[in-house]
């Protein structure tokens, strides 16, 4: 055969696939999402998600260890508080779930970097991301109280905000917010195109945040549309935020691609719990390779051009890497 060129050339070993790869991964570019729930001494396996639990604030330094030893040197908090009321008032308590778990690990793990994910929806009584005007979701008297939880953290010994609850106009209220606290230098990771996802449910089950009426759809994007995506992207680019995020990761890579060249921001994206329990539900019936699923489905993200990956399994990742499965 005439064949000048021949793609397989570079195929032919491992030492040559590994030299010519285009997707090059770290752990740094890891963040690990981790429930924690007000009582003592307790360690609770999530039903829709084997294998991830919430832990009382007392109980976080065994995983908090897990991470290190891992190599996951970034981890996301997320607040299951006791006591939930119509305005969310532990989300920005200063004794409230979170806030405690800040402290105590900035205290004994100073090597751990803390994020938290700033929402109302897990605080309040009706399991809507803000305050409720009638049946809807005031927009701007949110804000407020998403500053307000925003600036709690910090104090607390956050190292990065995460907000994740979609009103118009938060990244430019919690910078404005952090700034007139002497917080200038704290960075805001907006979810800022996040849609309206069933790939959700099992989150809302771990963390006890479905809506009690309604839907997110009047807030959460709707997953038809990618050029309103940019427009999110853009304006929380305006308003000040540090790194954009992409929500869900593995359906909406092509928003990953399309985020990531039109900024110069570092773009996140975040596997979340619904790709988590696909997995982890097909890998228990014996019908995929749970470790290669995972490991594509990691590498796809940063193909796609993420800077930062979102996942549950951040420390089997972490693993993969080391191995050289992924790398
Ligand atoms: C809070 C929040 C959610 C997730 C991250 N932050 C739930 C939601 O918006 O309903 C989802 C994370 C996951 O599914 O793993 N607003």
Redesign the pocket.
């Known amino acids: 055969m005439d064949l000048t060129v021949r793609p397989r050339r570079l195929r032919s070993s491992e030492a040559l696939r590994k030299m010519v790869r285009e997707t090059r991964m770290d752990a740094a570019s890891l963040i690990y999402?981790m429930f924690v729930m007000d009582g003592e001494n307790k360690v609770e396996e999530i039903d829709s998600l084997p294998g991830q639990f919430r832990y009382t604030v007392d109980r976080m330094d065994e995983e908090i260890e897990r991470l290190l030893a891992a190599g996951v040197q970034n981890v996301m908090l997320?607040g299951i508080p006791e006591i939930k009321d119509e305005v969310g008032s532990q989300a920005y308590a200063e004794d409230g779930v979170v806030q405690r778990a800040l402290r105590r690990t900035a205290e004994k793990y100073p090597e751990m970097y803390l994020i938290t994910?700033v929402?109302?929806?897990?605080y309040t009584s009706h399991g809507h991301?803000g305050v409720l005007c009638g049946h809807d979701v005031d927009n701007d008297k949110t804000l407020d109280l998403l500053a307000k939880t925003a600036l709690s953290h910090v104090q607390a010994g956050a190292q990065m905000v995460a907000p994740?609850?979609?009103m118009d106009g938060r990244i430019a209220a919690i910078r404005e917010c952090l700034d007139a606290n002497g917080y200038t230098n704290i960075p805001i990771m907006s979810?800022a195109v996040?849609f309206a996802?069933a790939?959700?449910?099992?989150?809302?089950e771990?963390?006890g945040?479905?809506?009690s009426f309604g839907d997110?759809k009047s807030y959460?994007m709707d997953f038809h549309n990618r050029r309103e995506a940019l427009k999110e992207a853009m304006l929380d680019v305006e308003e000040g935020a540090d790194i954009i995020m992409v929500?869900?990761a593995m359906s909406y890579l092509d928003l990953v691609r399309e985020v990531h060249d039109m900024t110069d921001l570092p773009i996140a994206t975040?596997?979340?719990?619904?790709?988590?329990a696909m997995v982890k539900a097909a890998a228990a019936n014996g019908w995929i390779d749970e470790d290669r699923i995972v490991s594509e489905m990691a590498t796809a993200a940063f193909r796609a051009g993420a800077d930062i990956y979102i996942t549950?399994y951040a420390k089997e990742i972490a693993k993969y890497m080391k191995d050289g499965i992924i790398g």
């Open positions: 999402p997320f994910d929402c109302m929806c897990e991301c994740s609850d979609m979810y996040k996802s790939f959700y449910g099992p989150f809302r771990a963390a945040s479905a809506p997110r959460q929500k869900p975040y596997s979340v719990s619904g790709e988590y549950y």
